[in-house]
């Protein structure tokens, strides 16, 4: 396609374009990655409530942990010290990584557990009411705190993606 300056334009859904989107993904803030994440676990959630099959609860309930355990990881490990220094609301980021703790307990539970075992689904659905409750705490409260300070967003979302692909790769 060529345009009145004579110049080349990339059609629509062409290889620059597509390039162009995932250059645009990648730069996505640390914020939207985080409720991305959110968003996708909820759902894992949502689809165990809904299945049947021990051995795909028991997969799904793995996959859960997993996801739970990596996010849990890049926020603890990059976005929580970032927002320490960029917020004057500690008591929001303690009571956060008090409920990562909670958190990371059952995640243990589940996963040294099956689902033949007595508690093994209360402990599935109580995960998922912590992790609700954390997601609602950090959507509603942290979040805004943050777009609100001087936190490079863009900055953190680059650094919070690449240490989730170094710790889902190993």
Do not use: N, W
């Amino acid at each position: 396609m060529v345009s009145k300056s004579g110049k080349s334009k990339p059609k629509s859904g062409s290889r620059a374009s597509r390039r162009t989107s995932a250059a645009a993904k990648r730069t996505e803030d640390a914020i939207a990655l985080l409720k991305a994440d959110h968003r996708e676990v909820k759902a894992m959630f949502e689809q165990y409530e809904k299945t049947e099959s021990d051995k795909e609860r028991e997969a799904l309930a793995r996959k859960i942990c997993r996801a739970l355990t990596v996010h849990a990881q890049i926020e603890e490990e990059i976005f929580y010290p970032a927002a320490y220094e960029a917020l004057d609301d500690d008591d929001l980021l303690d009571e956060a990584e008090v409920e990562h703790a909670s958190a990371k307990d059952l995640i243990a539970q589940i996963e040294a557990s099956s689902p033949s075992e007595p508690l093994f689904d209360a402990k599935v659905k109580v995960l998922g009411e912590y992790v609700d409750h954390h997601v609602q705490e950090e959507e509603k409260e942290m979040f805004p705190e943050c777009r609100a300070s001087d936190m490079d967003l863009k900055a953190l979302g680059e650094q919070l993606r690449a240490r989730k692909k170094e710790i889902s790769a190993a």
